[in-house]
């Protein structure tokens, strides 16, 4: 078929050629330049084929065979290089074959590229919002579980001191209520003040407001108050300060957050007798912060998803941690309002190396809602961990 006898299948944008029995091209019609950018005489006889994907062209060349036999018409979708053949250029091309005479075909040809993309898109964003929903709903499943633990204990040991029902209680007992009712409405509270801050991180409205504040100060009154739950915990809580470590420019209380919730963590997944190292040094015109323990560490499988909004790693009901899961969400948040980046170390049973890298002017503009990234790795070897800077290693008391 000529080019002429084509024309009048081809639409806006849409090239209609014709092959012979051999899938050489014979005539073609169209817009060939706007969506090859070539002229149409070089897409004559093979000059179509050379422009297909490796990959795809068995596909062509079934489809040409196929429609020039006469089986029932059918619609590919191709990988074709736009441009010369050097150009590394590929469009997503539609092919509707048919046949056309005895031994013959043609096929219309359009650009998908934007569909597929979009297409591609939509699919994804299906598989995250499923992904999501599941998260959600496991997270739901396991703040009820954070908030009934502590909720029963605040009711029954109520009812036990309100009531003349066991008896007398003595002093000793009291005080012991007493302190299990203030312990559970106090990890309560840290429940709410972590949600509330997670509200306010995803909504665009927790503002950092840089200044320049005592950097040493900061890391030493943090690591003094959780000095004593580490020491509830049987767990040793070391700072090492490198000397050059010392006033910096940054949202202060993003910083003391930041520092708590990894410490927290870090102590809340170590067991009795181990170690939870916090450590602080200059790079260059950065800060790392890192803190280092000695705990039950991250499979595999969790590191990538570590960070995300309502993801919890070894979340099921029975086990023997404590917590919402939002720690490592709440930091992440911070330290991408920060201009920061977080690098994660870990591996089951090989403890778990968390380092947040700050700049010590933060006085730079970061766009709201900015979420640092996470580069996550199994753990290495401990000697493989050591810093060359030189610290000030100070052991607390319990």
Same mark, same amino acid.
């Given at each position: 078929?000529?080019?002429?006898?084509?024309?009048?299948?081809?639409?806006?944008?849409?090239?209609?050629?014709?092959?012979?029995?051999?899938?050489?091209?014979?005539?073609?019609?169209?817009?060939?330049?706007?969506?090859?950018?070539?002229?149409?005489?070089?897409?004559?006889?093979?000059?179509?084929?050379?422009?297909?994907?490796?990959?795809?062209?068995?596909?062509?060349?079934?489809?040409?065979?196929?429609?020039?036999?006469?089986?029932?018409?059918?619609?590919?979708?191709?990988?074709?290089?736009?441009?010369?053949?050097?150009?590394?250029?590929?469009?997503?091309?539609?092919?509707?074959?048919?046949?056309?005479?005895?031994?013959?075909?043609?096929?219309?040809?359009?650009?998908?590229?934007?569909?597929?993309?979009?297409?591609?898109?939509?699919?994804?964003?299906?598989?995250?919002?499923?992904?999501?929903?599941?998260?959600?709903?496991?997270?739901?499943?396991?703040?009820?579980?954070?908030?009934?633990?502590?909720?029963?204990?605040?009711?029954?040991?109520?009812?036990?001191?309100?009531?003349?029902?066991?008896?007398?209680?003595?002093?000793?007992?009291?005080?012991?209520?007493?302190?299990?009712?203030?312990?559970?409405?106090?990890?309560?509270?840290?429940?709410?003040?972590?949600?509330?801050?997670?509200?306010?991180?995803?909504? &665009? *409205?927790?503002?950092?407001?840089?200044?320049?504040?005592? !950097?040493? =100060? $900061? /890391? @030493? #009154?943090?690591?003094?108050?959780?000095?004593?739950?580490?020491?509830?915990?049987?767990?040793?809580?070391?700072?090492?300060?490198?000397?050059?470590?010392?006033?910096?420019?940054?949202?202060?209380?993003?910083?003391?957050?930041?520092?708590?919730?990894?410490?927290?963590?870090?102590?809340?997944?170590?067991?009795?007798?181990?170690?939870?190292?916090?450590?602080?040094?200059?790079?260059?015109?950065?800060?790392?912060?890192?803190?280092?323990?000695?705990?039950?560490?991250?499979?595999?499988?969790?590191?990538?998803?570590?960070?995300?909004?309502?993801?919890?790693?070894?979340?099921?009901?029975?086990?023997?941690?404590? &917590? *919402?899961?939002?720690?490592?969400?709440?930091?992440?948040? !911070?330290? =991408? $309002? /920060? @201009? #920061?980046?977080?690098?994660?170390?870990?591996?089951?049973?090989?403890?778990?190396?968390?380092?947040?890298?700050?700049?010590?002017?933060?006085?730079?503009?970061?766009?709201?809602?900015?979420?640092?990234?996470?580069?996550?790795?199994?753990?290495?070897?401990?000697?493989?961990?050591?810093?060359?800077?030189?610290?000030?290693?100070?052991?607390?008391?319990?």
């Amino acid at each position: 078929m000529q080019a002429a006898a084509l024309a009048p299948y081809a639409a806006l944008g849409d090239v209609v050629v014709s092959f012979d029995a051999q899938a050489n091209v014979v005539a073609s019609c169209g817009d060939v330049a706007s969506l090859l950018g070539v002229a149409p005489e070089a897409l004559l006889n093979d000059g179509l084929f050379v422009r297909i994907h490796v990959a795809d062209r068995p596909l062509f060349l079934k489809a040409i065979s196929d429609a020039s036999r006469g089986f029932a018409p059918r619609v590919e979708w191709l990988r074709v290089r736009r441009g010369g053949q050097r150009a590394e250029h590929f469009l997503d091309v539609e092919m509707r074959c048919a046949r056309d005479g005895a031994d013959a075909c043609m096929a219309i040809l359009r650009d998908v590229t934007d569909a597929r993309a979009r297409e591609e898109e939509l699919s994804r964003a299906k598989v995250d919002a499923e992904e999501s929903s599941v998260a959600k709903d496991r997270f739901l499943a396991t703040i009820s579980h954070e908030l009934r633990t502590p909720l029963n204990a605040i009711i029954g040991f109520s009812e036990i001191l309100g009531s003349d029902a066991v008896g007398p209680i003595s002093d000793e007992r009291r005080r012991e209520y007493a302190k299990i009712i203030r312990d559970s409405g106090e990890h309560l509270l840290e429940i709410v003040n972590m949600l509330l801050d997670m509200s306010k991180l995803e909504s &665009g *409205t927790f503002e950092v407001e840089p200044e320049p504040f005592d !950097l040493r =100060g $900061l /890391l @030493g #009154g943090v690591c003094d108050m959780m000095a004593i739950r580490a020491a509830q915990a049987d767990v040793d809580l070391v700072r090492e300060f490198s000397p050059d470590v010392a006033d910096i420019v940054s949202d202060r209380r993003a910083c003391r957050q930041i520092l708590i919730n990894l410490i927290n963590n870090a102590i809340k997944f170590t067991p009795p007798r181990g170690t939870v190292s916090v450590r602080a040094s200059r790079v260059g015109g950065a800060l790392d912060l890192i803190v280092e323990d000695s705990g039950v560490g991250i499979s595999a499988d969790d590191l990538p998803r570590l960070g995300s909004p309502f993801f919890q790693a070894r979340s099921t009901y029975d086990r023997p941690y404590e &917590g *919402t899961g939002l720690g490592l969400s709440v930091v992440r948040r !911070l330290v =991408g $309002l /920060l @201009g #920061g980046t977080i690098m994660i170390e870990s591996g089951p049973n090989a403890g778990t190396l968390v380092t947040v890298r700050l700049p010590f002017d933060g006085r730079t503009d970061i766009a709201p809602g900015a979420i640092a990234p996470i580069v996550a790795m199994p753990r290495q070897p401990r000697a493989a961990l050591l810093r060359s800077a030189v610290f000030e290693p100070v052991r607390l008391s319990a």
